[in-house]
């Protein structure tokens, strides 16, 4: 049961880092004196979701994981891991750093006059918002060779 809420709490604050990545490019190419409060929480949210996911993607891969990689390896999907969760696990740290960057730049760019200073903020959300639907792809396709593995047993 743990492993499943684990697993969960994971998936469900990345998507609301992406989520929360789409109203902050909305708010930003509207950007207002009205908005700039609401601006800056949603960077800083998105980097408290993302932190989130990641601890709990740690900890469920170092606990769950190796498991999982066995029944993956063992199943008609080996590449599922081979390929899916290396690539996952690397570019994962990328979408962390952008979503650390993010709350810094906001706060630095404000109040987002400039045409640099939106596009900053729209290039970072968009790389979350790609980068974090990819990983939800990845972990689909994770989960689904776990699920073929067991079913070939």
């Known amino acids: 049961m743990l ?54 993607g740690g900890y469920w891969y170092v ?32 979408l962390l750093i952008l979503s650390l960057y993010l709350p810094v730049a906001v706060h630095n760019s404000l109040p987002l006059g400039t045409k640099n200073t939106r596009r900053l903020i729209l290039g970072l959300c968009a790389l979350i918002v790609l980068l974090g639907l990819f990983m939800e792809l990845s972990g689909a396709i994770i989960g689904e060779s776990v699920k073929m593995g067991l079913s070939k047993r």
């Open 63 to 94: 606990l769950y994981y190796p498991v999982h990689r066995s029944i993956i390896m063992a199943g008609p999907w080996p590449w599922a891991h081979k390929y899916f969760m290396e690539l996952k696990e690397h570019l994962f740290l990328t």
């Open 3 to 56: 492993n499943q809420v684990t697993m969960m709490l994971h998936v469900v604050f990345g998507i609301l880092g992406i989520l929360f990545a789409v109203a902050l490019y909305v708010d930003v190419l509207n950007a207002s004196e009205r908005n700039l409060g609401r601006v800056k929480m949603t960077g800083w949210i998105i980097a408290a979701c993302m932190v989130m996911s990641f601890v709990i």
